[in-house]
C-alpha cells in the first residue's frame, strides 16, 4: 500500500491523497503522462506515453519507478 497525492491546480495545497493498492501502479510509473480526476470519483483515467490503452490493472510491462 502507498500514498499518492493527487495534483490540483486550483489549490496551491493540492488535492485529496489517496491509497493505492500496489506499488507499481502505473500512477508512480515515469512513463505516466497524465491522471485525470474529480473529487466524486477521485481517479477516472491515466494516460501513458508507452501503453494505449493503460492496463485495467494498472500495472504494465513497461514500468519504471518515477525518479530513477
Known sequence: MREYKLKDPLHPEGGP????????????????TDVFWDYTHLIYLIWCDLCDPVPKNLTCEYFEEEGD
Request: aromatic letters at 6%.
Open 17 to 32: 491523497t489517496i491509497n493505492v493498492k500496489n506499488d507499481d501502479n502505473c500512477i508512480f510509473c515515469k512513463h505516466c
